[in-house]
Structure formats: C-alpha cells, structure tokens
C-alpha cells in the first residue's frame, strides 16, 4: 500500500478481538429525513467511506485484467457467489401474465434467506462464528427485495457492507484489496445483472433520467478510478458503441454502460440523462466528483450507529 494511502477497515478490529466481541443482528436506524445527521456521524459512515475509498485507491489506473494474488477467503468469496448463481438456473421464472416481477425471484430468495448463514459460514473460520449471523444479514440484504421483486443501489450498499464486515473481522485483508473489487465484487455484479434479467427485477426507488443507473453505483466510481490517467479513453467514449464494444471487458464503467444499452432502447442521452451529462466531463477524476452517496443501511457491533469517536 502506498505511503499515506487510508488504511481500510480490516485492522481496525485489533482493538477489540474479533472472537471476543458481542455480536448483533443489524437493524434500521434511519426512519426519517432528520435521521440522515446521525447516519453521517456515524461510524458504521466513516468505516463505510472509507472502505471505499480505500478500495478506489487500489484499483486507480488498473484493467480488470490486472495481475493480483487471490486468498483462500477470495476464492470462498467467489464460491459462494457461484452457489447464487447456480441457484438461478435451478429456479427458472414462472408463467405469469406480468411482464415484470417474475415470483420464481422469491422461490430463489426464500433459499438464500434459509440458507445465508451455512454460506457465510464456508468463509468466516471457526473461531469467527459468532459474527456469522451479524454479517449475514448484509449478504441476505445484497440481492433485492422478495416482496417487490426489486433491486437498487441500496442493495449494492448492503454488499460492500458485507465485504467491509469480513476487512473488520479480519477475513478479508489490505492484501485482498484489489481482488475485492475485480474478483468478488465482479462477479457480484454479473450475478446480480443475472438475476435482474432472468426475474425481470424493478429498479428499486428509481430515480429516472436523474439517477445514475437504475440498478448499480459502485461500479461508476471504482470504473472510472481504473480509467484515470488512461492513454486514450476519455468520458465522451463512454457513449461511443465502438470504444465500449471493445474495452468493457478490460473495464468496470464500460461493462455497466454495455449492459444499459442491452437493457433499454432509445438515444442514451434521454434514458439515462445523469450519464450522459458526465460524458461531457473533460476528466475521470473530475467524473468522480458527480457521483451521488448512496445510503440505506442497517447496523450492528460491526458497522455502528453511534458517532465517530473523536479520541
């Protein structure tokens, strides 16, 4: 890690060992407007941002195709995305007159929600046990909404979440950094791009032309850390169809741009406005400062709601 790079959470839990540590199950703490002081006073806030950030630095400059070492915890990580995933072909979508909304999401949803904390477990070691069921509830958080059969960046919060618990806990380390964000958080999202299009998932709160994008927002910010400083590609080619076609795979931003396009129709600038105004942009690091802060979020020991201490 470079020299005055912000350490991510993982050591922070060297004050109070993991094992030792009283465990709780997350709730919601934000229920009205006034409620969002306390959030960004928070230390489940500052942890959040920070982890972030953390991993923004660690991808500034790089192509998906970047050479990186991968854990014992990553290669878990990816495993158990796989089981998702494999799960999605055992539960194709029902018949149903809605177009919209396919319920078989739920059949789907309602074994996660069973089997959440066995997968958790395959990753957190023995002696961790306790914190399973705390940083499940964030995986069981990361995939939708059973009810609406919706999906939106507040479940992308809730994965990152989850990721940042396993730095906290000591799972996940300074040296998984990159792999965090290419391996695990890749396949998230291709998980999560399976499940919109095979369930036919609403955008959870959608905010039209001035959202970002209906589903994803993470991947706009680490995307356009990996295209700062690049030889060539510049935000106006992010709505040219050849640049894309040929660097997605390289590149986090454009594989998200490349899936908007296959899932709407019509010119770019009306369906996703917020997009193309930052295609105007003359940088990527000054594209990084349109981004919005997303935040729905539930706390536990791990990710608190009390204030940051100042001491």
């Known amino acids: 890690m470079a020299e005055g790079e912000r350490q991510a959470p993982p050591d922070s839990s060297e004050e109070t060992p993991a094992a030792t540590q009283n465990f709780i199950i997350p709730k919601k703490e934000i229920h009205t407007v006034p409620d969002m002081g306390k959030w960004k006073r928070s230390q489940a806030y500052a942890d959040y941002i920070g982890f972030i950030l953390t991993l923004n630095e660690g991808v500034k400059g790089k192509k998906l195709t970047f050479e990186y070492s991968v854990s014992e915890a990553i290669e878990k990580l990816v495993a158990l995305l796989n089981t998702l995933d494999r799960w999605i072909d055992e539960t194709p979508p029902v018949d149903q007159p809605s177009r919209f909304g396919n319920k078989a999401f739920r059949t789907w949803y309602a074994k996660l929600d069973q089997e959440a904390e066995n997968l958790v477990a395959t990753v957190v070691p023995t002696h961790l046990a306790a914190a399973v069921p705390e940083v499940a509830v964030y995986l069981k958080e990361s995939v939708g909404n059973s009810t609406r059969i919706d999906y939106g960046t507040g479940h992308e919060a809730a994965f990152a979440a989850f990721l940042c618990c396993l730095c906290k806990i000591g799972v996940l380390r300074v040296d998984d950094q990159i792999a965090i964000v290419f391996k695990v958080f890749n396949r998230y999202l291709e998980v999560m791009r399976k499940l919109q299009k095979t369930y036919r998932m609403e955008p959870a709160g959608s905010q039209g032309v001035w959202g970002l994008d209906d ?97």
């Open 215 to 311: 589903f994803q927002f993470l991947p706009f910010i680490w995307g356009s850390s990996q295209l700062i400083d690049h030889p060539y590609l510049e935000p106006r080619h992010f709505v040219d169809e050849k640049a894309v076609n040929e660097n997605h795979k390289d590149f986090m931003f454009l594989e998200c741009i490349l899936f908007i396009t296959e899932m709407k129709t019509g010119p770019f600038a009306e369906h996703s406005n917020q997009l193309w105004n930052i295609s105007a942009v003359p940088t990527w690091s000054k594209c990084l400062e349109k981004f919005p802060v997303i935040q729905h979020f539930k706390f536990g020991s791990l990710l608190p709601i009390h204030p940051v201490s100042l001491c």
